[in-house]
């Protein structure tokens, strides 16, 4: 980088991208050439590819796109927590930020984090939609932003150093939720400092991935959709902050709709499909998603917050798992 501190390193975990990757990037790079016209800034910005194993062609995309501001680095196939880390680990920015292998950023997307970010001294640029001018400190980004809707680390620019100070890593192994629990984490080690900063619109360009997680069929790892909530719900119970009834009831909201989300995903398991699915596996899933719907009965009132078709789902799964099964899966179908 010619001797020159470098602001913002840009990270992007690769794996099976390669038709989305280069249009990725060429945003990425349009986005930070814009920033450092604006800021004056020339040359100060870095793009980190971490390829996680990739087996179709990403790989060696990963190295035709590496150069100048661009690097590249190769790991196997231990999942996009593995990459992020890596990425963190290699990131030299004073700032970074984390963009999905098939989506896209407008041009004046690092601008408008960056000058936010600048501007009001926080930890967090967060480009969200809606009104959080009341988060006040890190246990508020959890009550009023990471327990509604704002559970992914992309659309934000980190302060390294902060994220470095408290010592937060994603949760490798988890291909659900690692997101929500590594802004968790770095909320409750902010603690009362103000988290973040929110920017409107938002200007990330999000691709909706029909085989993404929880897209496709039943398979183990959709258990990760109830591990994480158990875990925010362990963070929060081990705190030394007090929450809200509110936080409370509004977890356990979503630990019931998790719970069914799982559930459904079993229902709609087909005939051909039923034959090489583990049929303890399923079973353990079941049992798995009936002590979740108890064990955040207790915590909050979530089902009283449930639409009435969940409230119908959770009271017909909770009656009989057989029935529930059947029903829904027929609906679906």
């Given at each position: 980088?010619?001797?020159?501190?470098i602001?913002i390193?840009?990270?992007i975990?690769v794996y099976q991208?390669?038709?989305s990757?280069?249009?990725?990037?060429?945003?990425?790079?349009e986005a930070?050439?814009?920033?450092?016209?604006?800021?004056?800034?020339?040359g100060?910005?870095?793009?980190?590819?971490?390829?996680d194993?990739s087996?179709?062609?990403?790989?060696?995309l990963?190295?035709r796109?590496s150069?100048?501001?661009?690097?590249?680095?190769?790991?196997k196939?231990?999942?996009?927590s593995?990459a992020r880390?890596?990425?963190?680990?290699k990131?030299?920015?004073?700032y970074?930020?984390?963009?999905?292998?098939?989506?896209?950023?407008?041009?004046?997307?690092?601008?408008k984090?960056?000058?936010?970010a600048e501007s009001?001294?926080?930890?967090?640029a967060?480009?969200?939609?809606?009104?959080?001018?009341g988060?006040?400190?890190?246990y508020?980004?959890?009550e009023?932003a990471?327990?509604?809707?704002?559970?992914?680390?992309?659309g934000?620019l980190?302060l390294?150093?902060?994220?470095?100070k408290?010592?937060?890593?994603f949760?490798?192994?988890?291909t659900i939720g690692?997101?929500?629990l590594?802004?968790m984490e770095?909320?409750?080690?902010?603690?009362?400092l103000?988290?973040?900063?929110?920017?409107?619109?938002?200007?990330?360009?999000y691709?909706?991935?029909?085989?993404g997680?929880m897209?496709?069929s039943?398979?183990e790892?959709?258990?990760?959709?109830?591990?994480?909530?158990?875990?925010?719900e362990?963070?929060?119970k081990?705190?030394?902050?007090?929450?809200?009834?509110?936080?409370y009831?509004r977890l356990?909201?979503?630990?019931?709709?998790s719970?069914?989300?799982?559930a459904?995903?079993?229902a709609?398991?087909?005939?051909?499909?039923?034959e090489?699915?583990d049929?303890?596996?399923?079973?353990?899933a079941?049992?798995?998603?009936?002590e979740l719907?108890?064990?955040?009965?207790?915590?909050?009132?979530?089902?009283?917050?449930?639409?009435a078709?969940?409230?119908?789902?959770?009271?017909l799964?909770?009656?009989?798992?057989?029935a529930?099964?059947?029903?829904?899966?027929k609906?679906?179908?």
């Open positions: 980088m010619n001797g020159q501190s602001e390193s840009i990270i975990p991208a390669a038709g990757l280069e249009k990725t990037v060429a945003s990425v790079k930070l050439s814009y920033w450092e016209d604006k800021s004056g800034n020339h100060k910005t870095q793009i980190v590819l971490v390829d194993g087996s179709d062609g990403s790989s060696e990963c190295d796109l150069g100048d501001s661009v690097v590249a680095i190769h790991t196939n231990f999942g996009v593995h880390n890596i990425g963190m680990e990131a030299e920015g004073r970074i930020s984390f963009v999905d292998a098939d989506d896209t950023v407008s041009k004046e997307y690092i601008q984090l960056f000058e936010a009001a001294k926080t930890p967090i967060d480009m969200m939609d809606g009104d959080f001018d988060v006040r400190d890190g508020d980004y959890i009023k990471i327990l509604y809707r704002d559970t992914h680390v992309w934000k980190f390294s150093e902060a994220v470095k408290a010592g937060i890593r949760r490798e192994g988890m690692e997101d929500m590594f802004l770095l909320s409750l080690k902010l603690g009362t103000k988290p973040a900063v929110f920017v409107t619109p938002v200007l990330y360009n691709l909706d991935n029909d085989q997680a897209k496709k039943f398979k790892s959709y258990l990760d959709q109830l591990t994480c909530w158990r875990e925010a362990k963070l929060l081990e705190s030394e902050h007090k929450f809200s009834r509110d936080a009831d356990s909201e979503i630990q019931m709709m719970a069914m989300l799982v459904g995903k079993i709609c398991v087909d005939s051909t499909s039923k090489s699915v049929g303890d596996l399923i079973a353990m079941l049992t798995s998603c009936r719907i108890e064990s955040a009965g207790n915590l909050g009132n979530g089902f009283g917050r449930l639409s078709g969940y409230k119908l789902k959770v009271l799964f909770k009656i009989s798992r057989r529930y099964l059947t029903i829904y899966g609906w679906k179908s």
